[in-house]
């Protein structure tokens, strides 16, 4: 079975503070990726990122830092100088051999000014 | 391209009634799933199609119908609305199993509310 833990439920920090969020998986599948998405009040869902099993290289796109390690099947997202803009519910998502995808809790992040 | 298209984006429903959650994507995409969306527990799988005529339940089916009988659409059918059935739904497509630009494209959400 496919689970992803987001243990982080709320995150609060102040503009320019870098924050981290955490996520771990558990899967069989020995191909798989992995996604981030943001959910901003508004309430879409934003594309972050899709990471799969075989490419361990962390990435870097502007203030978004990602980290993912097999060894501790973990998949953790970096906000650099964080905005307020930055304030949102954060999702980690799994996906397999089904296409199935699915979701951890989600971590609130407020950025405040 | 519209991409997905969820209706209705609103919904008040007594308990017991019906109704029927639209979703259509026009990206020929084999791949397509409901979600629900309530405070704290993410987005949890309801149930998902790897084509036309084949679905399967997700993490939380009880109380929904699917059914796929073209490509492009995939109805969520309540049959008997009850209030644990207030949420945010989610429709989502993929072309996931052709294994092309693994990703997936998320319609607006459905905001049912069961009195």
């Known amino acids: 079975a496919q689970k992803v833990t987001q243990a982080q439920t709320e995150i609060s920090v102040v503009e320019k503070e870098d924050v981290t969020l955490d996520c771990v998986y558990e899967?069989?599948?020995?191909?798989?990726?992995l996604f981030w998405y943001k959910q901003p009040p508004s309430g879409e869902l934003v594309f972050l990122i899709r990471?799969?099993?075989?490419?361990?290289q962390n990435e870097i796109s502007g203030r978004y830092s990602w980290n993912f390690q097999k060894s501790t099947s973990s998949f953790n997202f970096t906000i650099t100088a964080s905005q307020v803009v930055d304030s949102a519910v954060y999702f980690c998502?799994?996906?397999?051999?089904?296409?199935?995808?699915?979701f951890g809790q989600g971590t609130t992040l407020q950025v405040k000014p | 391209n519209a991409g997905v298209t969820q209706t209705p984006k609103f919904q008040v429903l007594k308990t017991g009634q019906s109704m029927t959650l639209q979703c259509a994507q026009d990206?020929?995409?084999?791949?397509m799933s409901w979600y629900r969306q309530d405070p704290g527990m993410g987005l949890r799988l309801i149930h998902y199609?790897?084509?036309?005529?084949?679905?399967d339940q997700g993490e939380v089916p009880n109380g929904y119908n699917v059914s796929r009988s073209t490509t492009e659409d995939f109805p969520l059918r309540l049959l008997s609305a009850a209030p644990s059935q207030t949420s945010v739904y989610f429709c989502?497509?993929?072309?996931?199993?052709?294994?092309?630009?693994?990703?997936?494209?998320f319609g607006s959400g459905t905001r049912l509310t069961v009195v």
């Open positions: 199609s790897v084509g036309a005529g084949i679905t």
């Open positions: 899967t069989r599948d020995t191909t798989y990726y």
């Open positions: 989502a497509s993929s072309s996931a199993l052709r294994g092309e630009d693994y990703g997936y494209t």
């Open positions: 998502a799994l996906s397999g051999n089904t296409g199935k995808l699915i």
């Open positions: 990206m020929n995409h084999e791949y």
């Open positions: 990471r799969n099993s075989f490419d361990e």
